[in-house]
């Protein structure tokens, strides 16, 4: 197995505006420096067995959420619908779903008295809230204590609403002290799961995706250092809005070179697993020198007999940030900075924020 402190150095952040001071400041003072917004998938129905309730929380985690809502309303957790997880030490709003009869009226819901929990709208809708169903995330974030740097962060914020920003996994993704990775690499290095997640399939799902995670973000901050997160090179694979594209030809290259330039189209990188769909030459190369760096190979993912849980596919490399805005707080103590953004779901917020924030100056 690969020393420890060789792994810690692959999942370091590439910084890839080197020229530009990041700001430094505090994240998530208090949680109203982080306000979340789901931007949901579809708008419920408003008739149907069950209610959407349009709920903001302060300060709760996810888990708490549904568990203060399934014992206020007597109902079964698992009966409880959430599009997606929402962090805790913040001020979110999101819909949550909970079984009702039809003729069950949905005042007690706005009526009911929950700390840190407020049901700004209830309506009726005829299916659970099922994972997934959501288009993204609005954020509104508030840096305290930060270098006042006004001609830095308007190029930053110019970059990343022209050209988005890599997207890599946020720290969150690999637990505290990076424990949820070192647990899934034990797996994946000896087929062998540690005791604590034998019998935990949504713990274990969770640590062997950490490790899918690990090596995704390594070849992006590689495609950083070779200045080619934007570009193709031979054998890759790119997202465009026509589909996907191998690179096989110099013709081909130059025609998606220019979507990629333009933040309309992204190469594709791998989140290893039995059903990856294959990059060829270069592009092959770089991924495989990844797996080499982690000590793992293809057979680690695809036969595995945990591979039901890393079956594998392909996300962009570069991530479109839209409606990214900036304003400058004068404070007793110096300035504040909040960055406002959305994001589609499955990325990171942190994400964002590490381009401005970089090591304090």
Known sequence: MIESPELERLLEPVDELPEIAGIGGELKSIPADFVVEEIPLYEPEGEGGHAFLWVEKTDIAAFELIDQLAS????????????GQKDKRAITRQYVSIPVADDDSLDRFLESTIEGVTILKATRHPKKLKRGHLSGNRFEIRL?????????????TKFIAGNGVANRFGPQRFGNNRSTFWAGYQT???????????????????????????????????RIRRGILRQTVPGDIVQTSDGLVRITDDDRATAVNA???????????????????????????????????????????????????????????????DEVQHIWHETPEGHDLTVSFSLPSGSYATVVLEYFMKPKS
Do not use: C, M, W
């Not at 007597?74 to 599009?83: E, L, S």
């Open 259 to 321: 979507l990629l330039a333009a933040n309309e189209a992204s190469v594709l990188g791998p989140l290893h697993g039995s059903r990856l769909l294959e990059v060829t030459d270069e592009a092959l190369e770089l991924e495989q020198a990844y797996l080499d760096a982690f000590e793992l190979t293809e057979s680690s993912f695809a036969e595995s007999r945990y591979k039901r849980s890393i079956r594998g596919i392909r996300r962009p490399f570069v991530l479109k940030v």
């Open 144 to 156: 305290r204590d930060v270098r006042h740097a006004p001609e830095d962060v308007d190029e930053i």
């Open 72 to 83: 206020t309303f007597g109902v079964d957790r698992r009966d409880i619908g959430v599009a």
């Open 188 to 222: 994946l290095s000896t087929d062998e799961a540690p005791k604590r997640l034998r019998k935990n399939k949504r713990l274990r799902g969770l640590a062997l995706n950490a490790v899918q995670s690990a090596i995704f973000n390594a070849i992006a901050n590689e």
